[in-house]
């Protein structure tokens, strides 16, 4: 028989293994259909047991390497896009199904490199499926042709973890399910082990002692995973899940830098999901749904900001490169000098708003009006350097069920007061805010139409003028599926004065970009927020925040009382805004640099907090102010110190009961058992069979450089068992201290064949 069907009828690792290595590639396959990254994701499975089947019989064949990968690359690649052209077009014939397939990965990638959202979800398929042949391929050719169990075992559980990092989905199940084979797979391979080492020394093999050694295994394995189970019940692993909420700032670092990539994603339960909420491209598609995403409890449903952008691109906005700075606990958002805080005394109501997080939503921290307090550590942007607020981010991701609150100054200024504000820009908001980059003459004649068209003689009855135009003129049509912009022209320009089936129709973006350009345009400075507009009301101070609020309005700038919305969507209302009477622009203190910490002490009404754990690091708002953090919660600590001490008397009491057994035997008697127990820790048991000097032989020639000491104790024991005489002092001294020489030398040798155990073996 050829070597290669030989290999093939009885491989090294036995089918067991494979049989175990499909268990663990099936919990994988399972858990990333668990998250649902994709509403069709049932090719994983299949994917998985034929890169599994082939990587195994490739390992097999007497093949280089040379010629495996690409034969294993080929059919990876045939078996990915037959399975998801099957489950995605099956209305379709095979070449169809590829065709649709290119098309669809085209167009994809189109919309990712234009910055945009893209909603073809067969490329996150095929890559996916990619990741599921690769991993199940690789850890199988690695088990069965470098017998590599280690390796195989690392790499499908990387795939787990990642997957199980990126998610918010409880997996702990499959995690159970795979530890149970990989614990197996590696006690079947390291009994393989054991069992060559029997053949090698020709020793005779009892079926009993595999089946034994399997079943105290598999007892332990058992144990092991229930306790660990039960520990996730009872425990609170408060470190552990501050280093694990630490990952999280990986998964939004992805998410930001590769915003176009993973926009289409829209899972609830995905940490690397896309988010619409950032510098955006406008492509003619607005995706939401009902999914709830927080809860606000204040006097009322506000809008929700949760980045700024100042720079009009020409088919959407991005910012300044912003600078980042950490804000500690308790301390002010800005403690110095920055124009956008209000400075009049009325008009503004101070509130502590609380926020429970339902869904998603990264590291971003939403606040309305003017923020002055969050009640955790966060990480503030601010434009180009300038005291401007770009966005506030968490330190870490925000998990469902968390929440915290925000002190903020919000606006109830009347059209009197901004009627009187004047045009006195400081100079960080012009020279950001004022930019005429991207305005056409068309849209600048628009705009000096209407505000002439209204009398308006303020930048305020201006604005007015053009949001009222925008929101209310039936020329405009609200559409959330439009055909996309055309890219050789300019956005707001063609929203506006484009061809009829493009003109005029639109959502969110579009209205919003068209408000901040031609109020620029006028001489008022604008810029684009994205958040949420306001929710609805669901009980008494509650409101109910969905994805379907997910907004981008413009916001205005009037000296003195900062930031103001200007609402020019058709779908949603203006903010109400009472007329007032006379009025004036509040006075600007002379020295424009001092503290403004008098106008934001305190934290004004404080909306009910409900029950929720508080974001990393965050403490409650009270009306007294910010409270300290509570004490961190010990119970972890007392079930490890708990589970030490048991383990630790288990060894002590182990241990004297070994002990106490040597003190009634012989000196001789005494030190061979010992030298007995240090090769069977290091893998070298004694067989029923092997005679004391036979046995000791085998164990010289594993450490030749002790083989005086190790003749010494056998003799030692031979002269007691057969002797019939009482050892002399000097020969039992010379005995204990060969064996004191021989310690370490075994620790070295148990250490070096664990090793030697990871490392493949050669054919």
């Known amino acids: 028989m050829p070597d290669w069907a030989h290999r093939f009828i009885r491989p090294r690792e036995g089918w067991l293994s494979l049989f175990l290595l499909f268990v663990m590639?099936?919990?994988?396959?399972?858990?990333?259909?668990?998250?649902?990254?994709?509403?069709?994701?049932?090719?994983?499975?299949?994917?998985?047991?034929?890169?599994?089947?082939?990587?195994?019989?490739?390992?097999?064949?007497?093949?280089?390497?040379?010629?495996?990968?690409?034969?294993?690359?080929?059919?990876?690649?045939?078996?990915?896009?037959?399975?998801?052209?099957?489950?995605?077009?099956?209305?379709?014939?095979?070449?169809?199904?590829?065709?649709?397939l290119r098309d669809e990965a085209f167009e994809w990638l189109r919309l990712v490199v234009d910055r945009g959202f893209a909603p073809q979800m067969t490329p996150y398929a095929i890559g996916l499926g990619v990741i599921m042949w690769s991993v199940a391929f690789i850890a199988a050719y690695t088990l069965y042709r470098h017998h590599r169990v280690l390796d195989a075992i690392l790499l499908v559980g990387a795939a787990m973890v990642v997957n199980l990092s990126a998610t918010l989905a409880d997996l702990l199940g499959y995690l159970v399910l795979f530890c149970l084979a990989a614990l197996l797979l590696w006690l079947r391979a390291a009994l393989t082990t054991?069992?060559?080492?029997?053949?090698?020394?020709?020793?005779?093999?009892?079926?009993?002692?595999?089946?034994?050694?399997?079943?105290?295994?598999?007892?332990?394995?058992?144990?092991?995973?229930?306790?660990?189970?039960?520990?996730?019940?009872?425990?609170?692993?408060?470190?552990?899940?501050?280093?694990?909420?630490?990952?999280?700032?990986?998964?939004?670092?992805?998410?930001?830098?590769?915003?176009?990539?993973?926009?289409?994603?829209?899972?609830?339960?995905?940490?690397?999901?896309?988010?619409?909420?950032?510098?955006?491209?406008?492509?003619?598609?607005?995706?939401?749904?009902?999914?709830?995403?927080?809860?606000?409890?204040?006097?009322?449903?506000?809008?929700?900001?949760?980045?700024?952008?100042?720079?009009y691109t020409g088919s959407g906005w991005d910012w300044s490169e912003p600078s980042e700075r950490s804000v500690p606990l308790g301390e002010r958002v800005f403690t110095g000098y920055t124009p956008e805080r209000p400075l009049a005394e009325e008009g503004f109501l101070r509130e502590t708003i609380t926020i429970e997080v339902q869904g998603d939503v990264g590291r971003s921290i939403f606040v309305p009006g003017y923020p002055t307090l969050v009640s955790a550590p966060v990480v503030v942007r601010e434009v180009a350097g300038a005291p401007l607020l770009a966005s506030i981010d968490a330190t870490g991701a925000i998990s469902p069920g968390s929440g915290y609150q925000v002190t903020a100054l919000i606006s109830e200024v009347t059209e009197a007061q901004l009627a009187g504000a004047g045009t006195e820009y400081p100079r960080e908001i012009a020279e950001h805010y004022l930019s005429q980059q991207g305005i056409t003459p068309e849209v600048r004649a628009l705009a000096a139409e209407l505000a002439a068209a209204a009398s308006a003689d303020t930048p305020f009855h201006q604005a007015d003028a053009i949001a009222d135009f925008l929101r209310t003129d039936e020329s405009f049509e609200y559409g959330t599926d439009v055909e996309p912009p055309d890219p050789n022209r300019d956005l707001v320009d063609q929203f506006l004065f484009g061809p009829p089936e493009v003109a005029r129709i639109g959502y969110c973006e579009?209205?919003?970009?068209?408000?901040?350009?031609?109020?620029?345009?006028?001489?008022?400075?604008?810029?684009?927020?994205?958040?949420?507009?306001?929710?609805?009301?669901?009980?008494d101070g509650v409101y109910q925040y969905r994805n379907e609020n997910a907004h981008a309005w413009a916001e205005l700038y009037f000296p003195g009382y900062g930031w103001q919305i200007f609402e020019a969507t058709k779908t949603i209302p203006a903010p109400p805004r009472a007329r007032g009477q006379g009025g004036v622009a509040p006075p600007i203190p002379a020295d424009i640099n001092r503290d403004f910490g008098e106008i934001d002490e305190g934290t004004g009404e404080v909306a009910p907090r409900p029950s929720f754990e508080q974001i990393p690091g965050g403490a409650p708002i009270t009306e007294e102010g910010l409270q300290a953090p509570g004490e961190p919660r010990g119970g972890n600590l007392l079930v490890i110190l708990a589970l030490a001490a048991l383990a630790g008397g288990v060894i002590y009491i182990r241990m004297r009961g070994r002990g106490r057994g040597l003190r009634f035997l012989s000196p001789a008697d005494r030190q061979w058992l010992r030298l007995a127990w240090a090769g069977d820790r290091a893998g070298l048991s004694q067989r029923p069979s092997e005679t004391y000097y036979e046995y000791a032989g085998w164990l010289e020639e594993q450490i030749p450089t002790r083989a005086i000491e190790i003749r010494t104790i056998a003799d030692g024991k031979v002269w007691q068992a057969y002797s019939g005489r009482a050892m002399s002092p000097t020969m039992i001294e010379r005995i204990e201290g060969a064996w004191k020489r021989l310690r370490m030398p075994f620790v070295g040798l148990a250490v070096r064949r664990r090793l030697r155990n990871l490392r493949p073996t050669r054919r």
């Open 510 to 539: 579009y209205f919003a970009s068209a408000m901040a350009l031609m109020a620029r345009s006028v001489g008022i400075p604008a810029r684009v927020a994205v958040g949420y507009a306001p929710g609805e009301l669901v009980d």
């Open 194 to 311: 054991r069992e060559e080492g029997w053949q090698l020394r020709r020793v005779d093999e009892n079926v009993e002692v595999p089946i034994s050694i399997m079943r105290s295994g598999l007892t332990f394995i058992g144990g092991s995973i229930a306790l660990a189970w039960i520990l996730t019940t009872v425990a609170v692993a408060a470190p552990l899940t501050d280093a694990w909420r630490n990952l999280d700032t990986v998964w939004t670092d992805v998410r930001d830098g590769l915003e176009g990539v993973f926009g289409g994603l829209t899972n609830e339960n995905a940490r690397i999901a896309g988010s619409e909420f950032g510098p955006f491209t406008v492509r003619g598609t607005w995706f939401s749904d009902d999914a709830p995403v927080m809860q606000l409890r204040a006097e009322d449903g506000y809008y929700l900001r949760s980045v700024t952008l100042d720079v």
């Open 25 to 100: 590639l099936l919990s994988a396959g399972w858990s990333v259909q668990a998250v649902g990254w994709l509403d069709e994701g049932d090719f994983l499975v299949p994917v998985a047991i034929w890169g599994m089947l082939a990587g195994a019989t490739l390992a097999l064949l007497p093949l280089s390497v040379t010629v495996t990968l690409p034969v294993g690359a080929l059919l990876g690649a045939g078996v990915v896009l037959w399975s998801i052209g099957g489950e995605y077009f099956t209305d379709l014939g095979q070449l169809g199904r590829l065709l649709a």
